[in-house]
């Protein structure tokens, strides 16, 4: 026979910035060969679906170094102060190019084989996988780009089409697809192999469609309200989406250097806490540090009114952090327990999750760091095992240089190690049933129909997060909070009331040893309802849907900042000017801007180069510049 099907990529039309296979042998391994008869449908779903977990090199710059990033869930100054790299767009590109050739392969390769008789029982079925599959990738590239293609799957130069036109057809795609999968269809083991989310269990690829549907429908919620209503409740209408932890669509992670090597697994990077989830977990549910990790950990905790040690001249004070300047001594009286699952505390080593990445020093290890003067003379020492501080991002400066512990490995909580190493309980995670439940709550809330009132979906998010870590005994506790966290929201759904402007805390200076007071604000966050509601319903689902994202959805996390301006993000600090960041300065810290926060990446050097044309459709399309602070059409304008 023949040999057949030369593969034709996605992205054709951005002038060689793809890779791509030259043949079928690079994609399927012995001992199926490349010929009309025996090449493998699936091999080429398989192939997509492993790529998109991300290798440790791309993996670093779009998961970390970007989506982490601009999502908050990584101290790193890159996209929030404005820093791009051409270099680690175009290796992500690159890669989310060929997932996407392996996909429209894997569609193009199973038509023909239909076409001329060639089909098994389940062959109709692996289409409309490879379909759904191919929304959630395309979904990638325009949720980070803007304007992509849609009709770029017969290897011709396609045109650009604008990012409302690919979410209608994105949505369209998934209606269609996961109305045609044939639930009855039997699923041999050796195709089982094959997909490693769902074992090609159709019904769960059905509810991961019909999931995504509400997801990307959602993200149309504040443009496009009508067709947004629309889609959802349609997508929603029939209960057959993801609602419990065994339908989560999820890929095992593992250690090593390939495909499937744990996504935030390079040791190099630090994974601190932020400022934005640590404001969030301060106080969040009324639970107890005690009650959460046990009575050894008394000695270390403070009362609930102590913001900590002041030290104006070490931290920065330029930031709407409304704990500038400040540094904790010990563990917070009351946190979200998840705070704990999430991330380590600084020299407590018996933790089994405990990081001591890198493994070839000795940082985490070390926790006792110094406050110095200009000539370099220690000014203060201090022992930060057992504290738990977040460091703004951005410029600290002078005091940057005096300060040897803000951003240093062993004095900041760091992420649990059971995220980085990978192994037989990690999996990362593309869309759990929390997920459903929050945007469930949020489109009640907006007064859409929907199969649960807006509450229940809310705790049934919140509790399916909980089960998640092990820690559904303490759901019902926090659940009644009414206590507020740092941004002055709280858990209790039925606990609406405002916070005051500030709250009065004790503090010490840390140079002098004086004890003092002082009204802590709670932040302002203008990008919602003009800064003026901290606790409605609103913010409540997003507080908890972003909580719940952390760490395996960054890009959610920021696609919902992109849009609704929730949770509070605080600014990056500015001792001295951020040369990417002008809009922000030192006279503006304190407001709330969108223009202060990334919007997208900028299209990879080599389209502009090689397809000035399909780029100045692509730039046209944007309505804006081809820069990271232009938003996109479904985000905050």
């Known amino acids: 026979m023949k040999r057949i099907y030369k593969i034709t990529g996605l992205m054709v039309a951005l002038a060689a910035v793809m890779t791509s296979c030259s043949d079928y042998e690079e994609i399927n391994t012995n001992p199926f060969a490349a010929n009309d008869d025996q090449v493998q449908v699936e091999y080429f779903i398989n192939n997509s679906i492993i790529g998109a977990q991300q290798n440790p090199h791309v993996a670093e710059r779009a998961f970390v170094l970007y989506w982490k990033a601009a999502a908050r869930f990584d101290r790193t100054n890159s996209l929030p102060v404005g820093s791009y790299s051409d270099g680690w767009t175009v290796d992500y590109f690159n890669s989310l190019s060929s997932w996407l050739n392996h996909i429209n392969t894997a569609i193009q390769v199973a038509d023909q084989k239909m076409a001329t008789g060639n089909v098994k029982e389940y062959s109709h079925n692996l289409v409309?996988?490879?379909?759904?599959?191919?929304?959630?990738?395309?979904?990638?590239?325009?949720?980070?780009?803007?304007?992509?293609?849609?009709?770029?799957?017969?290897?011709?130069?396609?045109?650009?089409?604008?990012?409302?036109?690919?979410?209608?057809?994105?949505?369209?795609?998934?209606?269609?697809?996961?109305?045609?999968?044939?639930?009855?269809?039997?699923?041999?083991?050796?195709?089982?192999?094959?997909?490693?989310?769902?074992?090609?269990?159709?019904?769960?690829?059905?509810?991961?469609?019909?999931?995504?549907?509400?997801?990307?429908?959602?993200?149309?919620?504040?443009?496009?309200?009508?067709?947004?209503?629309?889609?959802?409740?349609?997508?929603?209408?029939?209960?057959?989406?993801?609602?419990?932890?065994?339908?989560?669509?999820?890929?095992?992670?593992?250690?090593?250097?390939?495909?499937?090597?744990?996504?935030?697994?390079?040791?190099?990077?630090?994974?601190?806490?932020?400022?934005?989830?640590?404001?969030?977990?301060?106080?969040?549910?009324?639970?107890?540090?005690?009650?959460?990790?046990?009575?050894?950990?008394?000695?270390?905790?403070?009362?609930?009114?102590?913001?900590?040690?002041?030290?104006?001249?070490?931290?920065?004070?330029?930031?709407?952090?409304?704990?500038?300047?400040?540094?904790?001594?010990?563990?917070?009286?009351?946190?979200?327990?998840?705070?704990?699952?999430d991330f380590a505390i600084p020299g407590d080593f018996n933790d089994s999750d405990f990081s001591f990445y890198p493994s070839w020093t000795n940082d985490a290890r070390t926790t006792q760091r110094n406050l110095v003067d200009a000539n370099g003379d220690i000014v203060k020492e201090l022992d930060a095992a057992f504290t738990w501080n977040a460091s703004a991002l951005g410029s600290w400066g002078e005091k940057g240089s005096k300060n040897q512990l803000y951003s240093y490995s062993g004095t900041i909580p760091r992420m649990a190690q059971k995220f980085r190493s990978g192994g037989d309980n990690s999996y990362r995670i593309f869309f759990a049933p929390w997920e459903s439940y929050f945007l469930i709550a949020e489109a009640a809330t907006r007064g859409w129909s929907t199969p649960v009132d807006a509450m229940t979906a809310y705790e049934a998010g919140i509790r399916s997060n909980f089960d998640y870590f092990g820690i559904g005994g303490m759901v019902d506790q926090y659940l009644a909070s009414e206590e507020y966290n740092r941004n002055g929201t709280s858990v209790n759904w039925n606990h609406t009331s405002e916070p005051g402007e500030t709250h009065l805390m004790e503090y010490e200076n840390g140079y002098t040893g004086a004890e003092g007071t002082v009204e802590v604000v709670y932040p302002d966050n203008d990008l919602y309802m003009n800064g003026n509601v901290?606790?409605?319903?609103?913010?409540?689902?997003?507080?908890?849907?972003?909580?719940?994202?952390?760490?395996?959805?960054?890009?959610?996390?920021?696609?919902?900042?992109?849009?609704?301006?929730?949770?509070?993000?605080?600014?990056?600090?500015?001792?001295?000017?951020?040369?990417?960041?002008?809009?922000?300065?030192?006279?503006?810290?304190?407001?709330?801007?969108?223009?202060?926060?990334?919007?997208?990446?900028?299209?990879?050097?080599?389209?502009?180069?090689?397809?000035?044309?399909?780029?100045?459709?692509?730039?046209?399309l944007l309505d804006g510049e081809d820069a990271v602070f232009t938003p996109l059409w479904w985000a905050q304008k």
């Open 128 to 341: 409309q996988v490879a379909r759904i599959w191919r929304v959630y990738l395309m979904s990638e590239m325009t949720d980070n780009f803007g304007p992509i293609p849609i009709n770029a799957f017969q290897g011709e130069n396609p045109e650009f089409n604008s990012t409302q036109e690919v979410y209608y057809y994105m949505l369209e795609e998934l209606k269609d697809a996961q109305s045609q999968l044939e639930l009855e269809v039997t699923t041999p083991g050796t195709l089982a192999n094959l997909d490693p989310a769902y074992k090609y269990n159709w019904e769960k690829w059905k509810k991961y469609a019909n999931s995504m549907r509400m997801r990307l429908a959602m993200r149309m919620s504040e443009v496009d309200p009508e067709k947004a209503q629309l889609e959802f409740e349609d997508a929603v209408a029939g209960s057959e989406i993801i609602m419990s932890l065994d339908e989560t669509f999820k890929v095992q992670e593992k250690g090593g250097w390939d495909d499937l090597t744990a996504v935030m697994s390079r040791e190099w990077n630090s994974q601190m806490i932020t400022p934005t989830l640590n404001n969030i977990f301060i106080g969040l549910g009324g639970l107890e540090t005690t009650d959460i990790l046990g009575e050894s950990y008394e000695e270390h905790v403070k009362p609930e009114d102590w913001l900590g040690l002041k030290f104006e001249n070490h931290f920065t004070t330029k930031t709407n952090d409304p704990s500038a300047g400040y540094w904790f001594d010990g563990l917070h009286k009351e946190i979200d327990p998840r705070a704990y699952q």
């Open 534 to 620: 901290k606790n409605d319903h609103l913010t409540k689902i997003i507080t908890q849907k972003y909580i719940a994202f952390y760490p395996y959805l960054p890009l959610e996390a920021w696609n919902d900042h992109r849009r609704l301006g929730l949770p509070f993000f605080e600014n990056p600090a500015v001792e001295n000017s951020l040369p990417d960041l002008p809009a922000l300065t030192s006279s503006n810290f304190m407001e709330a801007k969108k223009e202060f926060f990334p919007q997208r990446l900028k299209y990879p050097s080599a389209l502009r180069n090689n397809d000035p044309e399909g780029y100045q459709q692509a730039v046209q």
